[in-house]
């Protein structure tokens, strides 16, 4: 080739490694040698301790790089895109020039990383990851606090375009059902995932206004995951946002999560998220994690599928585990509205406690300790002071008697009144509730399905005693109807 590089880079050096699965071209094992990668969208060229890549002349997404200043471009803005993600990795950009000095080309100069310390590789390996993957966590976090974010990235992340990114995802899969995918599956996670969606409006509106919502990396994967002794370096940050890039913090790492799963290390999941909120300081409920992690899961499921399509021999097993990965989680991510009723008030608190010990996004609601609470109110607040309330209590709170038991300890409607009122809120942000109580009036019985209606939640009623069962077998039984392990 009759041209000429010259590169405007900072001169550092070390070492990236061409990406899993492409198909070598030429040169040999030396480290001086050329060696050449093909991917979908760039040539790369690995050089000693550099690597030059070059964008292909095509339309790429809503990029058309047919033209060299669009090249140009490209690579200037991946430079700026990846570098807070791996720092001391994007040098710059390597003008390519004709024997006049005309540009012709251009290619991002990369530093070499060792592929040896790929995440990827380190999990094909069996290695130890628990503290890289813990630094990873990290530097996420302290990118997600720096990144872009406005009013107009928050409206990304409201319900309704949540709700249109899960029609696009399930969309995607639609033309391998008859073949590949299992139509079934596709059904039930479609089917879950809107109901998950649809009664969660206040906990998905509420992280978009509190600032969840961020301009992140969109394609977080442990291929792309160098673990170095001075801590990670990720690349390849999505060129363009999708509905994968301008999202939820949490679905940022959930695309990591789902990878670990996927590549036969589901025990990391647990610990990455642990670190991962530790880091950023912030509480959500564990179904919110397992809808995005759903969700990531037929991202990837339909690219998959694409693949597969096109000849890669093993992307159709991959797309299968994807959905039964998002499948698993969705069916965790469910909502569910616990009624226990039945036995004396201290047999039934055992029994509802102990279903839940231990279990994370659970809101155990008492008929007891409510009606406690509304005696206390009413001593602070005189009779006829006019002090309302908000929700569905507040009639029965105004048309209770001003004397005897009722004005003393709450009236049987009030109180149930006020337990469904803190349920439906629960249920909103995202928790199961268990609400404890007599639950002898179909009348109450049928207020509380409403609710479960409303919020798009599983009604699931138990007997808190059988006579013929200890209380340990009705523990475990109740936890096996409620979908939780024993």
Not at 12 to 29: F, I, K, M, S
Not at 138 to 150: D, G, I, N, P, Y
Not at 218 to 236: K, M, Q, S, T, Y
Not at 240 to 249: K, L, T
Request: charged share 30%.
């Amino acid at each position: 080739m009759n041209s000429s590089t010259t590169s405007r880079t900072s001169g550092q050096q070390a070492d990236v490694a061409p990406p899993p699965g492409a198909t070598r071209r030429g040169g040999g094992g030396h480290q001086t040698t050329m060696s050449t990668v093909e991917t979908a969208h760039s040539t790369l060229f690995f050089v000693s301790d550099r690597v030059f890549k070059m964008p292909k002349r095509a339309a790429v997404g809503k990029a058309d790089l047919r033209r060299r200043e669009a090249r140009e471009e490209a690579c200037r803005a991946e430079i700026v895109r990846n570098r807070p993600f791996a720092p001391g990795v994007y040098l710059g950009v390597a003008d390519v020039r004709d024997s006049a000095g005309a540009p012709v080309e251009h290619m991002v100069v990369m530093r070499r990383l060792p592929s040896e310390r790929r995440l990827s590789e380190l999990l094909a390996r069996g290695e130890p990851v628990d503290e890289p993957l813990r630094e990873v966590a990290r530097a996420l976090v302290t990118f997600h606090e720096q990144c872009e974010t406005s009013a107009e990235i928050a409206e990304h992340g409201r319900l309704r375009d949540l709700e249109a990114a899960w029609l696009a995802a399930i969309e995607g899969l639609t033309p391998f059902q008859a073949t590949m995918l299992d139509a079934a599956e596709i059904a039930e996670i479609d089917e879950l995932g809107q109901r998950y969606l649809r009664g969660r409006r206040p906990l998905i509106d509420g992280r978009a206004a509190c600032g969840r919502i961020r301009d992140g990396h969109g394609n977080l994967l442990a291929e792309h995951v160098f673990c170095l002794d001075d801590g990670p370096r990720i690349l390849d940050r999505l060129s363009a946002d999708d509905g994968r890039r301008i999202a939820d913090v949490l679905a940022d790492a959930s695309m990591l999560a789902v990878d670990l799963e996927l590549r036969g290390a589901p025990q990391l999941t647990g610990p990455f998220f642990r670190w991962f909120v530790e880091f950023a300081g912030e509480t959500h409920p564990p179904s919110l994690t397992h809808f995005y992690m759903a969700h990531r899961a037929i991202l990837l499921a339909g690219e998959s599928a694409v693949r597969a399509h096109l000849g890669d021999e093993t992307a159709a097993g991959e797309a299968r585990r994807l959905v039964r990965i998002a499948l698993e989680h969705l069916r965790r991510a469910r909502v569910r509205l616990v009624l226990v009723g039945g036995a004396p008030g201290s047999v039934r608190a055992a029994f509802a406690e102990r279903l839940i010990r231990d279990e994370d996004g659970w809101v155990l609601l008492a008929s007891d300790a409510i009606r406690g609470e509304l005696a206390v109110e009413r001593e602070l607040v005189p009779p006829g002071a006019g002090a309302r309330r908000e929700g569905p209590a507040d009639a029965d709170a105004e048309a209770a008697s001003d004397s005897g038991p009722a004005r003393e300890f709450g009236s049987d409607d009030e109180v149930h009144a006020e337990l469904l009122r803190r349920a439906r809120e629960a249920l909103e942000r995202g928790d199961s509730v268990i609400v404890q109580a007599r639950w002898s009036e179909a009348e109450a019985r049928k207020e509380a399905a409403a609710v479960a209606v409303r919020t798009w939640s599983d009604l699931i009623e138990l007997d808190s005693f059988d006579a013929r069962l200890s209380l340990d077998k009705a523990v475990r039984d109740g936890r096996l109807a409620l979908g939780i392990a024993s």
